[in-house]
Nanobody, 125 residues
Framework: QVPLVESGGGSVQAGGSVRLSCVAS????????MAWFRQAPGKEREGVVF????????LYGAKVNGRAALSRDDAANTLYLQIDNLKPEDTAMYYC??????????????????WGQGTQVTVSS
């Protein structure tokens, strides 16, 4: 079973919103920490938000802080990421990730051991 499957990306005009979904397998969803990352062409993968699963505590990256909201549906093993007021610089492949270790990898992608295939978000001006 694929651990994480993202969906919801697409082409959006600047100022619009996008809601991404990440459906997780049971073992991935039980990870200590889950996160969304994004990667634009030619750039490093960067953290958008991470969540400590047991408490629901979240931390957003500076570039999306105030525009993004993470939510979850535990019954469906699904994580959602909504980003409002999209900007062209939000254009990237967005990935869902899970860190099953006993500490959270936070915004270090090397610490995450489960990844989805990504969903593309393209924001036009």
């Amino acid at each position: 079973q694929v651990p994480l499957v993202e969906s919801g990306g697409g082409s959006v005009q600047a100022g619009g919103s996008v809601r991404l979904s990440c459906v997780a397998s049971a073992y991935a969803y039980s990870s200590y920490c889950m996160a969304w990352f994004r990667q634009a062409p030619g750039k490093e993968r960067e953290g958008v938000v991470f969540m400590i699963s047991s408490t629901g505590s979240t931390l957003y990256g500076a570039k999306v802080n105030g525009r993004a909201a993470l939510s979850r549906d535990d019954a469906a093993n699904t994580l959602y990421l909504q980003i409002d007021n999209l900007k062209p610089e939000d254009t990237a492949m967005y990935y869902c990730a899970a860190d099953s270790d006993y500490t959270c990898g936070m915004f270090d992608p090397r610490e995450y051991n489960y990844w989805g295939q990504g969903t593309q978000v393209t924001v036009s001006s």
